[in-house]
């Protein structure tokens, strides 16, 4: 969990290994995009500082964060990447819908992680407001987008 100490977007690059031959799936979701598209700038900004080429990074759509297991799981089968990287936001709201989008789409992550031999990063954030949900993709605690990006830089090349 993020606090006022932890700065989601602060990470030392000399002590990652180079991403220059890394291939990365980004599976985005639409649903709270204003959430979405902050994650996967921060995502896109780490993993291209960190020497990944652009050309190596692949972006999907998805309706919402509940669609995100069955496109990366067709993105890992459909393409050749070395990590793939989950983003979505679910923001509470009046009934019990939230726990059970967040509940199935932290399961699927996990259950690709352990089906795929490519690894899923689950980059969803789980907030109880928009408020918070902005303080995590860009605000005051940094992005998670770029947190999910050095995990997967080091996902992708672990064993290597």
Not at 32 to 57: H, Q, R, V
Not at 98 to 109: H, Y
């Amino acid at each position: 969990m993020a606090t006022a100490n932890k700065n989601l977007s602060v990470y030392d690059k000399a002590a990652l290994p180079d991403a220059k031959d890394l291939r990365f799936g980004i599976v985005v979701s639409e649903w709270n995009d204003e959430i979405t598209e902050g994650l996967y700038s921060g995502a896109m900004e780490a993993l291209l500082d960190c020497g990944a080429l652009e050309s190596n990074i692949i972006r999907w759509n998805v309706p919402g964060s509940f669609e995100l297991t069955f496109g990366c799981k067709k993105l890992a089968a459909e393409t050749k990447v070395d990590a793939i990287i989950a983003i979505g936001s679910v923001i509470q709201g009046e009934t019990k819908h939230f726990d059970f989008v967040c509940s199935a789409t932290a399961q699927g992550i996990k259950d690709l992680n352990v089906l795929l031999d490519v690894p899923v990063i689950f980059c969803v954030l789980t907030d109880n407001t928009m408020e918070q949900a902005r303080e995590r993709s860009g605000g005051k605690h940094g992005n998670k987008g770029t947190e999910a990006a050095i995990a997967a830089i080091k996902m992708a090349t672990l064993g290597r």
